[in-house]
């Protein structure tokens, strides 16, 4: 049995991976804020931590979170999904004390918020908050004493800083007495793995130095794509899912074609805001009397695309889902405008199965 802690948890990425290999796992804590911040600052926060117990700090803990007054929805989807016990499940990285779980964790899993390393955001690296929260991950690492760790993270941390955000992740890590595994390509990306995403992203697997390997961790290769976005839609779609006449016109509009696609075999890569304000992947259903009865034209905008008359509407959450390769037994229990942010910040299950499979042939566990 392997023991898992993961970190930035999200809805259970490498969780769902070990689910779908059959590999028999305990779940040591999980921890996730929700998106939520707190008032206080950590060094208040510390200050008034100080001297309490492993127990007390953790009530201490949750209770500010509650005191905010916004649900942590992540939650209610881990909660929903995997074993775990409420008093394992943390609030907030930086107030968890990692040598409680020394000796305890065979596997810790986190990949440090993104934005501040993306592309797309303003990149403020470790000047950010979020990006800060790097060395917290690291000081569990150093903490807990796992065996392994895998750690995630977007492209554009390679090049942040010219280059130098890069380097101090790689020092950092290398300064915990593991050996660090890099894959000589370092992006490893969904469509290269089983699902039909362009979706690149970072990997980097520790192994702790005392651990004797016959032979190195080795990262998987690459698979030719086999399936198209189309394999993964549902057969039936609540009406709710389909473009008004406002929403057709800007979707269908070459002006936007960076920001909305539509009947891409290969999606473009799911993010938090995926299908609001119309961005993200369409789909297009040629029209079908049958199919597109009265319930769905009274949402849909019946109009022509490539010459051919038709209704386009959203991805659902459960197709965004299968698309991240969480399997349909996964239970949806956020409201939609939560699922598409929790589907679009997580982390695609297939690639942490090869990375799993490839440990495992290691007999480190």
């Not at 990425?13 to 939520?36: H, P, S, T």
């Not at 649900?71 to 409420?86: C, H, L, R």
């Not at 660090?180 to 039909?196: E, H, R, S, T, V």
């Not at 698309?323 to 695609?348: C, E, H, T, W």
């Amino acid at each position: 049995m392997i023991r898992l802690a993961t970190v930035f948890s999200g809805i259970g990425a490498v969780e769902q991976a070990m689910n779908k290999q059959k590999i028999d796992y305990k779940l040591v804590f999980a921890c996730d804020n929700g998106e939520r911040e707190l008032q206080e600052t950590e060094k208040e926060i510390k200050k008034m931590i100080s001297n309490l117990s492993y127990e007390e700090e953790k009530k201490f803990i949750d209770n500010l979170y509650l005191k905010t007054g916004k649900p942590n929805y992540m939650e209610e989807s881990y909660m929903a999904n995997y074993n775990i016990d409420k008093k394992d499940f943390h609030q907030d990285i930086r107030f968890i004390d990692g040598n409680y779980y020394k000796g305890k964790v065979d596997l810790l899993v986190g990949g440090s918020p993104c934005q501040s390393f993306s592309i797309i955001g303003k990149r403020g690296g470790f000047n950010d908050t979020r990006g800060t929260l790097f060395y917290e991950y690291a000081r569990l690492i150093r903490d807990c004493e796992p065996k392994v760790f895998i750690f995630e993270n977007v492209r554009g941390i390679l090049n942040h800083d010219n280059g130098e955000t890069w380097k101090t992740i790689k020092k950092t890590f290398k300064k915990l007495k593991y050996k660090i595994f890099i894959n000589d390509d370092p992006i490893l990306n969904a469509k290269d793995y089983g699902i039909p995403q362009n979706r690149p992203r970072l990997f980097v697997v520790g192994i702790r130095e005392d651990i004797k390997l016959a032979r190195d961790f080795k990262f998987p290769q690459k698979e030719k794509l086999t399936t198209t976005m189309f394999d993964y839609l549902e057969e039936i779609v609540d009406p709710k899912y389909y473009l008004g006449k406002k929403g057709f016109e800007f979707v269908t509009n070459p002006k936007y074609k960076n920001r909305a696609r539509i009947n891409n075999d290969i999606i473009m890569c799911e993010k938090a805001n995926q299908q609001f304000n119309w961005n993200g992947d369409f789909v297009f259903e040629k029209y079908d009397k049958k199919r597109h009865n009265q319930d769905v034209m009274q949402h849909a905008y019946l109009a022509k695309w490539n010459n051919e008359q038709g209704v386009i509407r959203k991805l659902t959450p459960r197709e965004c889902l299968r698309l991240m390769g969480f399997a349909d037994d996964f239970k949806i229990v956020v409201p939609d405008v939560q699922m598409y942010r929790q589907a679009g910040n997580s982390i695609v299950v297939n690639i942490f199965e090869k990375i799993l499979i490839e440990l495992l042939q290691l007999d480190i566990f």
